[in-house]
């Protein structure tokens, strides 16, 4: 992955900001040494830092002062990091009932909750409705006919509603994570003007509060262009219904901010990636004719994805001679499917002790019965590394834990927050006895 590969020290950028690698080579994160930490609760491990997280809650929240900004749960959803997203003044994007619990759980505020899904359930819709949620974005016409149905069962409700609209944006990303182009399953389409039906439609109906429209272009997005022709394209719509009379007073672009997993990622930072958003509506309205609506954003993996670092043990390493060295770590695709579902990059960093050996190149795997089973696809470690070392893979902070799963019945990891050098067990380790007991035979 670099030319002259530098394995001793950390590379900058794909790192929470607490991280530091001691002269004995043992890597700390919030002021805890990883390898307290593997001792003190096993690997593998997410390792979260409250810190990073918090402190890019904040930055979202200060660069984007003019917008909701909504973090998405999706990416990584505990109490610990709702109550952070709510303490530094975000509203909380959730997709399910399941999603939906979390904020309850902590006593988000109902009206700071946005409720998203292509295929909400009525059970999803109900819980929604019963919660109060601020707005619910609608995906499809039979989604408008469950809510219809749903919301005189809810006295007095009126839920704000935006419009999920595909905007035939083709991102710069992985097709299984691309989202706004023509053919995949979000959204009401605008060419076939189906987006403008759905919206005069709410506009009729009076059971729902019409508040505005609603993109999502996709996931792990390092630049601005998408963002911006998705946003010229709403502009135009929300225009064109202007003209009859239909205001919508809300912008929502959805997120897939991207973040660094190796040091050749640049992703734009927050500030930046704000002013051109908000330039580019305010520049597209004044054109237009029309004001400027009330925009936000829904971040997940950029506030998520960097606080969180996953720690493994070695236990096998076997060196295929003009080709690579395999090493093969205690987890695997069960608690980092990316790899394998979106041919995802990540780093990795001997994290337990200093080695002066040269660099080799690796193939981080895990221990699943599967070819497929990849964590890091190519990096370089020590050429000394061996069973027993501590391994730490950074940028694992979002849709790792989220999409963790129980192949070959392997419990899943526990998440061991960290803060001022001390840590914390925010989710438990899961147990074998925990697998059996769904299992009522």
Not at 251 to 263: H, N, Q, S, V
């Amino acid at each position: 992955m670099t030319t002259t590969p530098e394995v001793r020290t950390l590379r900058p950028g794909i790192w929470p900001a607490t991280a530091e690698q001691g002269p004995d080579g043992v890597l700390s994160i919030g002021g805890v040494p990883v390898t307290d930490i593997a001792e003190r609760y096993g690997t593998p491990a997410y390792v979260f830092d409250e810190a990073d997280f918090r402190e890019r809650c904040t930055t979202f929240r200060e660069a984007f002062h003019d917008f909701d900004v909504y973090y998405a749960g999706k990416a990584f959803l505990t109490r610990t990091s709702a109550r952070i997203a709510e303490e530094t003044g975000l509203s909380l994007d959730v997709c399910t009932e399941g999603e939906l619990a979390y904020a309850k759980a902590v006593d988000f505020p109902a009206e700071r909750v946005l409720l998203h899904g292509n295929n909400k359930s009525e059970a999803d819709l109900a819980a929604a409705l019963a919660y109060g949620v601020g707005r619910i974005v609608v995906d499809s016409v039979e989604e408008l006919d469950r809510l219809e149905e749903l919301v005189p069962r809810f006295p007095g409700s009126r839920p704000g509603v935006l419009l999920r609209v595909t905007v035939g944006v083709q991102a710069d990303t992985h097709a299984h994570i691309a989202t706004a182009h023509e053919d995949q399953k979000f959204g009401f389409s605008l060419v076939s003007g189906d987006a403008e039906q759905a919206v005069r439609r709410v506009a009729d109906s009076g059971l729902l509060e019409l508040r505005g429209l609603h993109s999502h272009i996709g996931s792990q997005i390092l630049g601005t262009a998408g963002f911006e022709a998705a946003a010229k394209r709403l502009a135009e719509l929300r225009a064109r219904l202007a003209q009859d009379g239909i205001e919508l007073p809300e912008l929502d672009l959805g997120g897939g901010f991207g973040i660094a997993y190796t040091e050749h990622d640049v992703p734009t930072p927050a500030k930046e990636m704000a002013d051109s958003l908000r330039a580019v509506v305010e520049k597209e309205c004044a054109a237009l004719g029309v004001s400027m609506p009330r925009l936000a954003i829904e971040p997940g993996r950029a506030i998520a994805g960097p606080a969180g670092v996953t720690l493994y043990r070695v236990g096998t390493v076997k060196h295929r001679e003009g080709i690579r060295t395999f090493v093969a770590v205690d987890g695997g695709m069960s608690d980092n499917v990316r790899t394998a579902l979106y041919d995802a990059t990540y780093s990795v960093q001997l994290a337990g002790r200093v080695s002066d050996a040269p660099p080799t190149l690796v193939r981080v795997v895990g221990k699943h019965c599967d070819a497929g089973d990849v964590v890091v696809r190519e990096d370089h470690l020590p050429s000394d590394v061996r069973a027993g070392d501590l391994l730490a893979v950074p940028g694992t902070g979002a849709y790792c834990r989220s999409l963790a799963h129980n192949y070959n019945q392997i419990p899943r990891p526990p998440v061991i927050a960290v803060a001022e050098g001390r840590s914390r067990e925010i989710v438990r380790r899961e147990t074998v006895e925990d697998l059996m007991r769904l299992d009522v035979g």
